[in-house]
């Protein structure tokens, strides 16, 4: 069936932003949401959508549990559980679930995820991503389609305190349905830098069928509570969260402004076994 049609399409127009890229706004990653969207720096499970290499230092296993309520609206929300575990050696491997939309529409991921430590300083992840997407008429199905993407990236670590890091997004160009519409492509580049320990400050740049963006996130460690803040262009927004953690469980909370509509809200939990 064709899905160039959507009927949620109408709404979605007024939205601009995260809700508006079919398959391209489902990276969760609480934390990197609240520094501003500045994930393909970032290491952990909850980072691996906006980069796959985000997982290749960690040890042993790892789950997290994840929602968005964009703009306070339920009808828009995302959900997502992440994993990673260690395969072999340097290398891990992780899965990612992604549920948005409702009855009327609605978008399903899956993503695998392969990453390894080249070196003592470098990762690189691969990670092959399938989503679905599905229309209904109100009585009965109206179509559905489906499509196979590929996303990769890497970090490396430079002089102990910087971290240079860059993410593909569907680089292949996979097209969804018989329409043959293409899932949006994204290059994020950017920087890491600790001045001291408990202190994060993140400078990115991403590029889609938006144009350049520029994400600039800073996170600072209070004890057993991590603050986070961060601002992005296009539009200009403004975010903010908090972090702590609790033996091996950690609870993450954003919340990131719009120059028109509510607050997006985002909270996640997430366990080291």
């Known amino acids: 069936m064709r899905i160039r049609t959507r009927i949620p399409l109408l709404l979605l127009l007024l939205i601009p932003g995260q809700v508006l890229a079919a398959f391209e706004e489902l ?41 968005r309520l964009p703009f306070s609206n339920l009808d828009f929300g995302t959900y997502g559980v992440d994993g990673a575990v260690h395969l072999s050696g340097r290398w891990r491997a992780g899965v ?46 109206y179509g559905s389609a489906t499509a196979v993407a590929v996303n990769t990236g890497f970090q490396v670590r430079m002089y102990d305190r910087w971290l240079l890091a860059a993410s593909v997004r569907n680089p292949f160009q996979a097209r969804l349905g018989e329409s043959g519409e293409y899932l949006k492509r994204r290059i994020d580049a950017g920087l890491r830098y600790e001045p001291t320990t408990g202190m994060v400050s993140a400078l990115t740049f991403s590029r889609d069928f938006r144009g350049t963006r ?43 402004t719009h120059p028109q509509l509510d607050l997006t809200h985002q909270f996640g939990v997430t366990y080291d076994f």
Do not use: K
Not at 124 to 129: E, I, S, T
Not at 230 to 253: H, I, K
């Open 27 to 67: 990276e969760i990653g609480v934390a990197a949401q609240a520094m501003g969207g500045t994930g393909v720096v970032l290491y952990g499970t909850d980072a691996v959508l906006f980069n796959p290499a985000s997982i290749a230092g960690g040890e042993g296993t790892s789950a997290a549990v994840s929602g």
């Open 96 to 141: 990612s679930l992604r549920y948005f939309g409702g009855e009327l529409y609605n978008e399903q991921m899956g993503a695998l995820t392969f990453a390894g430590m080249l070196t003592d300083d470098m990762s690189l992840g691969l990670q092959p991503v399938f989503c679905r997407a599905e229309i209904a008429d109100g009585v009965s199905e």
């Open 214 to 256: 520029i994400h600039v996130g800073q996170a600072l460690s209070l004890g057993p509570l991590v603050l986070m803040a961060g601002v992005q262009s296009g539009p200009v927004t403004v975010s903010g969260g908090m972090q702590t953690r609790v033996g091996g469980v950690r609870v993450d909370y954003a919340v990131i």
